[in-house]
């Protein structure tokens, strides 16, 4: 058994430290240390996206990361969307345009929604689709997850909120 | 999946990741964007002892036209590439290839070096440095090597690298005037290997004649194909419909596919005739001829 190492990583804005195994996977950090549970371990096989947070502002599948690699690194993960208990636009968008069904890839959908719009906040319907292309969902069809998007970029556009000023 | 056990080494430099590799010699591995490894790992089919972790070792990531070479280093990610300016306007050939390299988040940790060293012949980008002429610089213990791109694959998932040797950069000839490249991939869904895809570069004179050629072939073979006999047919020749044809033909003949789940040998070296056709028609419309 290799030896633990000492981790620091931080969370939604707040500092985490552990000792973990080498071989312990980002998402089972996130899991289990802070016990954020948002990030869904889907197909682990990097397929499906489900485990998708953002490491220093870009999007990884955290089943394909060591929590050793992200030392140091600051991590956004779907709990850290919401500010001062408000939704985020995204968030508000899922629910009102039913970008969601069973709900499990949601929260890999959020985050590389996010990251998206971070980089280009008026994409077209194929920036959308491109921009979601690393997430697999088996419900929608994926059309309200487009809607839900469009939906936040129009009010992250209109409310000059940009929404966009989360950690990481 | 839980990957083994392991020992986790984090280098700050070069000498310091070299010594080791010579330390801990075939037990050890690079662990690089690890989009590869990474799942190897969990799936139990690498069991290295030692990951040296290379991430955090600096000046590694550029991608800068230099003495003639552009020069991409060997921790430029994928997603690096893709949103680079210099090599969306004058490189579309790399960014075709990118683009259809796993998904978005694969690329924001996979890099160009890691994609040629894993030497897996499904790989996106071997095809594209073989049409390019790209040499793999590596640097070991007893100093810095070059290798052609053209003898860097030995066999499958081997390449000329000895395993204490790190990718530091790739640098490719930058194309003279005329020139124009295309990646052309068939893949089942996005993030899938290639069923078959071709990569073309070329340079044509004022007539539109083929002065220049590069065809590589992915995942019809046990390493990346040069599609030498193509590409010798259409030195010399115009670019016209019955040349092209019989270039896709030369180099369907030059791949040897295996049938597997994504379809026949032979229906893959139909789509190598076609997939090249469409590589040299796109490479030549950029050539602005």
Not at chain 1, 42 to 68: M, P, R
Not at chain 1, 140 to 154: E, R, S
Not at chain 2, 64 to 84: A, M, N, P, Q
Request: proline residues 6%.
């Amino acid at each position: 058994m290799a030896e633990k190492q000492s981790v620091q990583i931080k969370v939604n804005g707040r500092q985490r430290e552990a000792m973990v195994e080498p071989r312990l996977l980002l998402v089972h950090f996130i899991r289990s240390i802070p016990g954020l549970t948002g990030t869904h371990v889907g197909c682990d096989t990097t397929h499906c996206g489900a485990c998708t947070v953002l490491v220093d502002g870009k999007t990884v599948k955290s089943c394909t990361l060591f929590a050793v690699q992200a030392d140091g690194c600051e991590v956004l993960t779907v709990e850290g969307l919401m500010q001062d208990g408000n939704l985020h636009p995204l968030q508000e968008g899922f629910k009102e345009e039913h970008g969601l069904q069973c709900g499990y890839c949601t929260p890999g959908m959020l985050m590389s929604s996010y990251a998206l719009l971070r980089q280009n906040p008026h994409p077209s319907e194929e920036e959308i689709r491109w921009g979601i292309s690393g997430n697999l969902c088996r419900c929608t069809g994926y059309q309200n997850i487009v809607k839900a998007v469009q939906y936040a970029a129009t009010k992250m556009r209109k409310g000059g909120n940009d929404g966009l000023s989360n950690v990481a | 999946m839980i990957p083994p056990a392991f020992e986790y080494l984090r280098p700050k430099t070069i000498p310091e990741a070299i010594a080791f590799l010579q330390q801990h010699g075939d037990e050890a591995k690079i662990l690089s964007g690890g989009q590869s490894l990474i799942p190897l790992m969990k799936f139990r089919l690498a069991r290295p002892a030692y990951l040296i972790d290379i991430n955090r070792i600096s000046g590694l990531s550029y991608i800068k036209e230099e003495g003639g070479y552009l020069k991409i280093g060997g921790l430029t990610r994928e997603s690096e590439l893709e949103h680079s300016p210099l090599i969306r306007s004058k490189y579309p050939i790399l960014l075709d290839t990118t683009r259809v390299i796993a998904d978005p988040q694969v690329r924001n940790m996979a890099t160009l070096a890691g994609n040629l060293a894993h030497g897996d012949p499904a790989n996106d980008h071997p095809a594209t440095m073989l049409a390019l002429g790209a040499q793999i610089v590596a640097i070991g213990p007893k100093g810095k090597r070059v290798l052609p791109v053209e003898s860097f694959f030995v066999t499958l998932f081997t390449t000329e690298l000895q395993h204490d040797e790190i990718v530091t950069e790739i640098s490719i000839p930058i194309p003279p005037p005329r020139s124009g490249g295309a990646y052309v991939k068939l893949e089942r869904k996005v993030g899938d290997f290639a069923t078959a895809a071709v990569a073309a570069q070329l340079t044509v004179d004022d007539q539109g004649v083929c002065q220049k050629v590069g065809i590589g072939l992915t995942n019809v073979g046990a390493t990346p194909v040069k599609a030498s006999k193509a590409e010798e047919f259409l030195r010399g020749k115009k670019l016209n419909d019955a040349n092209i044809a019989q270039a896709a033909q030369l180099a369907a003949d030059e791949a040897q596919p295996s049938s597997d789940l994504r379809g026949p040998a032979e229906y893959k070296k139909g789509l190598v005739k076609e997939l090249t056709k469409r590589a040299l028609v796109r490479a030549y419309e950029r050539s602005g001829k």
